[in-house]
């Protein structure tokens, strides 16, 4: 059974920086593809940044250089460093995989992967 718990998600003011986790079980970190989603309020789900088996990474344009995600394999926990955040960002930030990389990995719109965490809040204040 796959499972994927989310942690960090905080209040925290404009310019300042969070780091998500997620702890993931029910899967090789050799067999997911990974990533996070966030949904902002009022807002469709959207995807902010995923990973591959292999390391490779896709970003969605508003974070491109801002935000950073990693994976260690050992501890079984997907990251997502995040640095000067923006009103913008306010959002539930989900933890996903699934075994194969479909659209959803290249963050192609209205296209979502199986498996979700149950999500953790992010509030940016101005």
């Known amino acids: 059974q796959v499972r994927l718990v989310e942690s960090g998600g905080d209040s925290v003011q404009a310019g300042g920086s969070l780091k998500l986790s997620c702890e993931y079980s029910?899967?090789?970190?050799?067999?997911?593809?990974m990533g996070w989603f966030r949904q902002a309020p009022g807002k469709e789900r959207e995807g902010v940044a995923t990973f591959s088996i292999g390391g490779n990474t896709k970003y969605l344009d508003s974070v491109k250089g801002r935000f950073t995600v990693s994976r260690d394999r050992a501890e079984n926990t997907l990251y997502l460093q995040m640095n000067n955040l923006q009103p913008e960002d306010t959002a539930v930030y989900y933890c996903v995989a699934d075994i194969a990389a479909g659209s959803w990995w290249y963050l192609q719109p209205g296209q979502f992967p199986n498996y979700w965490g149950k999500g953790t809040l992010v509030t940016i204040s101005s």
């Open positions: 029910g899967f090789s970190s050799y067999e997911g593809y």
